[in-house]
């Protein structure tokens, strides 16, 4: 595989796995509801640390997630502060990007790669990734994608037309498009079907036929060779005419008409019916059986990768909207403040709507880590309110702290109404960073996480899955497991427990857990191991120790 090569990717390739786990710390006074993590979320935090954060609820659980990150275009203010412990790394610390540096590019690709790992790693396997982007750095976008997602990751580039008026001034081209890359852990991850009006305007009613719109449409023959169904039809077999569905007699003067190589696609009783209904009729020339497509049978076809107005009924339609467009919105839910104090650079809710609507089921989760105005969560509120099915839910995450007055406040609004909004229903919590969950924190014996938060990020260490918190037994230092394996966790929040025999695996521990649950296998978490090898050999238990990730005894 062609690889990117940029500075600084030999310190980022693995960064996201070094990064610490925080917690997360609800705002009551900021949310609307209380479905903590069982609902809608918006998270103000850098989300490097965010992502990381997210991953003991949500790895492998999210089904689409679209981003729409900075795009280094040399008049943004991004910053770039990853706390990269190299001396390349170093000297960017801090540094806003320019666009005179000679690095902006490097910069910007060490900033997404540790990003798109988590992000991938929160992908359910058979999500999706949307991420907008322009010419600045689309083509590095997609090859560290390919690089994160492997090429047959790649679903599809689409062209969004994001604007409803070219730049005049422009010196070489007006650019008018934005790309949109599409990748999946499934190659052969299917976006849903839509129907799509301006591509069906082939079909006509002419005849007043009681099925609706139709036309002359798909093969009769059969696909396979099937000599069962390979007939002739006899001249003056049926009834109907060869131009409407009408019942009247037919008279197939050319004589009659040959099977097709393979056969035809239905018996003849079955054809005779067709012919009566007009599905079937006969050609004008008496030489050709021909079949009705009609609109209303159609599923839906699959989505072009070119998204831009089209014309319906003589009138200009923008499916998937424009940025002054997305200007307009917010302005109208925001119509107290001026212009210029608007957050500048909103993505269209029917862009998201749209999305939405190829990329998610009901129930399915959406996560947007570079959530601006917070025009994802605007989007999946609609679409709940547009349907009885189970309500989709959203993940926002927002570094700044216009989190809570643009990011946060527009989904107030849109939940509590406005006057030019009416409300629609929905709730979410807010949530900050907590403390690190790190070997420093943990050790000056400061914010030790309770048994059931460090148990979830443990769990998910070990196992990569998500823990459900039901099955936690503390009591028992017990944490959960599959059919085959079980993980348990000796721990209190307690520096000196910690420290003290009580807190190590024992033999006596191991034997208990192999009896609980015979024939399984046995993660147990500890400060300490006393039990040798030879005696787990000996004694046949299927005990395998992980320490806690921090020193105690140093
Ligand atoms: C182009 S805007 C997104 C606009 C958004 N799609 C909308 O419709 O309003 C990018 C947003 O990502 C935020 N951002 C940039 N880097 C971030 C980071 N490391 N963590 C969280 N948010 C970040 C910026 O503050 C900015 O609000």
Not at 257 to 272: D, F, L, Q, V, Y
Not at 527 to 546: C, M, P, S, T, Y
């Amino acid at each position: 595989m062609t690889r990117l090569d940029f500075r600084g990717k030999e310190f980022v390739r693995n960064y996201h796995m070094s990064i610490p786990f925080h917690s997360l710390e609800l705002q009551e006074g900021l949310s609307l509801g209380d479905d903590g993590f069982g609902g809608n979320l918006i998270l103000n935090a850098d989300n490097l640390l965010a992502l990381k954060a997210l991953l003991p609820h949500f790895a492998n659980q999210v089904s689409c997630i679209f981003i729409d990150p900075p795009y280094n275009t040399g008049n943004e203010n991004w910053i770039y502060n990853d706390n990269l412990n190299a001396p390349y790394i170093d000297e960017w610390l801090g540094n806003t990007v320019g666009i005179d540096d000679g690095l902006r590019h490097d910069k910007w690709c060490a900033m997404m790669w540790p990003r798109l790992w988590l992000l991938y790693e929160l992908l359910s396997p058979d999500g999706s990734l949307w991420v907008t982007i322009d010419n600045n750095e689309s083509y590095r976008l997609r090859a560290i994608l390919e690089e994160i997602f492997g090429e047959a990751g790649f679903i599809a580039e689409i062209s969004w037309c994001h604007t409803d008026s070219s730049a005049n001034n422009a010196r070489q081209f007006s650019e008018d498009y934005n790309t949109i890359y599409v990748f999946s852990k499934n190659p052969d991850w299917r976006p849903n079907y839509l129907a799509y009006p301006e591509r069906q305007t082939h079909y006509e009613n002419p005849d007043d036929d009681p099925r609706g719109p139709w036309f002359d449409g798909r093969d009769v023959s059969n696909p396979a060779r099937r000599p069962n169904l390979q007939f002739t039809i006899p001249a003056n077999a049926f009834m109907n005419t060869h131009s409407s569905h009408h019942l009247q007699p037919c008279v197939i003067e050319h004589g009659p008409i040959e099977s097709p190589a393979n056969g035809w696609r239905w018996s003849m009783e079955t054809m005779e019916g067709k012919f009566a209904t007009g599905e079937l009729r006969i050609s004008e020339d008496g030489t050709r059986v021909i079949k009705r497509e009609y609109l209303r049978e159609m599923a839906g076809l699959a989505p072009s990768s070119s998204w831009r107005p089209h014309f319906e009924n003589g009138e200009k339609v923008w499916r998937t909207g424009h940025t002054r467009g997305a200007k307009s919105q917010l302005k109208r839910l925001f119509p107290e403040r001026a212009t210029a104090d608007l957050f500048p650079t909103p993505k269209p809710v029917e862009l998201l709507n749209y999305i939405l609507q190829l990329a998610t089921r009901p129930g399915d989760l959406v996560l947007d880590s570079f959530a601006g105005s917070g025009t994802t969560a605007h989007a999946v509120l609609e679409m709940n309110a547009a349907t009885e099915d189970d309500a989709r839910r959203f993940i926002l995450v927002e570094m700044m702290d216009y989190c809570n007055t643009e990011t946060a406040e527009r989904v107030r609004r849109v939940i509590n109404g406005t006057n030019n909004f009416d409300p629609i229903p929905g709730t979410f919590s807010y949530f900050t960073l907590g403390p690190a969950l790190d070997a420093e924190n943990i050790l000056a014996g400061e914010d030790l996480p309770p048994y059931e938060q460090l148990g979830q990020y443990m769990y998910n260490l070990v196992t990569s899955e998500i823990l459900n918190p039901e099955t936690i037994d503390a009591e028992n230092n017990y944490l959960g497991g599959t059919e085959n394996t079980h993980v348990w966790m000796i721990y209190q929040p307690n520096a000196n427990w910690l420290k003290s025999p009580e807190a190590a695996l024992t033999l006596d521990f191991a034997r208990q857990a192999n009896e609980a649950y015979p024939g399984s296998r046995h993660i147990v978490i500890a400060a300490a191991n006393f039990v040798g090898h030879k005696r787990i050999r000996d004694e046949n238990l299927q005990i395998e120790f992980v320490s806690m990730p921090y020193a105690l005894f140093s």
